[in-house]
């Protein structure tokens, strides 16, 4: 299959992600292409003011992208990135869901964006046992 082609514009939402980690809050940014009338994640991108994580936020970020652009099934990426935990032990969002790092909670931004474009009907929780 061909890799998908980018048009000029394209629509997709921002989700806010704060941590107790950081000072700074990082955006994730899904921007969706359309094909045959069905929104899907066409690419990604993280910024932050907090440049610490700069390189690995800049590479998962391309390599999150490059699966979009493959088409086919992404769903796996959800569970994948739920499951990543830090070596900090994780965190307590605002109203004590606990995360286990921030990769985790990218994974839940992707997740909530694929339910709120119909791609997946609803939210499960795939995590693999501790």
Known sequence: MPLL????????????IKTP???????????????????????????SRNMENFDWVVALTRIISAVFRQGGDISFLVEELETIADGQGGYF????????????EIGECLEKHMIKIGMTSHSQDKRRPA
């Open 21 to 47: 980690h950081s000072d700074h809050a990082f955006y994730v940014t899904i921007n969706d292409l359309l094909i045959d009338g069905q929104r899907r994640p066409f690419e990604i991108f993280i910024n």
């Open 93 to 104: 969002k605002t109203g004590g869901k606990r995360m286990p790092s921030l990769v985790a």
């Open 5 to 16: 082609q980018r048009p000029d514009v394209l629509d997709g939402s921002t989700h806010k």
